[in-house]
């Protein structure tokens, strides 16, 4: 399937892009995000994350469809 992948924070840093679309056989948004994680090295585990399917939080476990675009969230510090 594919689905468009978005990156906010240090995750964008490190991917060196905003959003990307990805080709994946990963079925939830934890598998794409270990998929995601081998591949560019992230150093945050998937319990440090937070995502979304469209505008709406989801669990790791949530099963993705044929376009959705999902969004993953580190962990935010300010002062």
Known sequence: MKITVRYFASLREQRGCAEELLETDAGTAE???QVL??????????EQVKFAVGTAYVPPDDALSEGDELTILPPVSGG
Request: net charge positive.
């Open 31 to 33: 598998a794409v995000y």
């Open 37 to 46: 994680r081998s591949k560019y090295g992230f150093t945050l585990t998937p």
